[in-house]
T-cell receptor, first 115, second 118 residues
Framework: QKEVEQNSGPLSVPEGAIASLNCTYSDRGSQSFFWYRQYSGKSPELIMSIYSNGDKEDGRFTAQLNKASQYVSLLIRDSQPSDSATYLCAVNMVSPSGGSYIPTFGRGTSLIVHP | GAVVSQHPSWVICKSGTSVKIECRSL??????MFWYRQFPKQSLMLMATSNEGSKATYEQGVEKDKFLINHASLTLSTLTVTSAHPEDSSFYIC??????????????FGPGTRLTVL
């Protein structure tokens, strides 16, 4: 069973703090990793993609990937109340037939940023 | 860029009727589209993967005859919920993955369709 694991939370941080969201995955051959944000009642929106080991920064967001440990994380600096949402980790994994890559989502981590 | 639309955004129907949901990639060609269902406070559940010009691949436990998927072009996929029942009430979300270019494996989500079956 190919899986993506996330702590469901909620993760509560004060405004201005750094929020750290973590994700582990089971398929060692995975090459593409994504973080999505989903507000309640809305569909997911892409925050970042990462493909290589190391850090990737985009504004207040930094994605970190460690393929050896099968671990991907998302850091949100200077957290704002508007960042309160569920954050989904997604990993493209080879389909059972081997013919394509299927996105596999974690259950999401609920983040609450309190003023 | 990478905009995906869904229509309708919400629909209310009577039990036993069929409902069609459209998913369109507006500014890119999508060889693959995905259909998800999400119940309140639960995670996304992948229902099926739709490739242009071929039959959809359904996830285990998803009834093919109840959830009909058609991906007739590189910009349009449809999901038809046949003979809908109250337990089919959910938030249905499509996503599309681009063909060609460096971001070919990134999927972009539509805004979702909220289905309520009375």
């Amino acid at each position: 069973q190919k899986e993506v694991e996330q702590n469901s939370g909620p993760l509560s941080v004060p405004e201005g703090a750094i929020a750290s969201l973590n994700c582990t995955y089971s398929d060692r051959g995975s090459q593409s990793f994504f973080w999505y944000r989903q507000y309640s009642g809305k569909s997911p929106e892409l925050i970042m993609s990462i493909y290589s080991n190391g850090d990737k920064e985009d504004g207040r967001f930094t994605a970190q990937l460690n393929k050896a440990s099968q671990y991907v994380s998302l850091l949100i600096r200077d957290s704002q109340p508007s960042d309160s949402a569920t954050y989904l980790c997604a990993v493209n994994m080879v389909s059972p037939s081997g013919g394509s890559y299927i996105p596999t989502f974690g259950r999401g981590t609920s983040l609450i940023v309190h003023p | 860029g990478a905009v995906v639309s869904q229509h309708p955004s919400w629909v209310i129907c009577k039990s036993g009727t069929s409902v069609k949901i459209e998913c369109r990639s507006l500014d890119f060609q999508a060889t693959t589209m995905f259909w998800y269902r999400q119940f309140p406070k639960q995670s996304l559940m992948l229902m099926a993967t739709s490739n242009e010009g071929s039959k959809a691949t359904y996830e285990q436990g998803v009834e093919k005859d109840k959830f009909l998927i058609n991906h007739a072009s590189l910009t349009l996929s449809t999901l038809t919920v046949t003979s809908a029942h109250p337990e089919d009430s959910s938030f249905y979300i499509c996503s599309a993955r681009a063909s060609g270019g460096p971001s070919t494996d990134t999927q972009y989500f539509g805004p979702g369709t909220r289905l309520t079956v009375l």
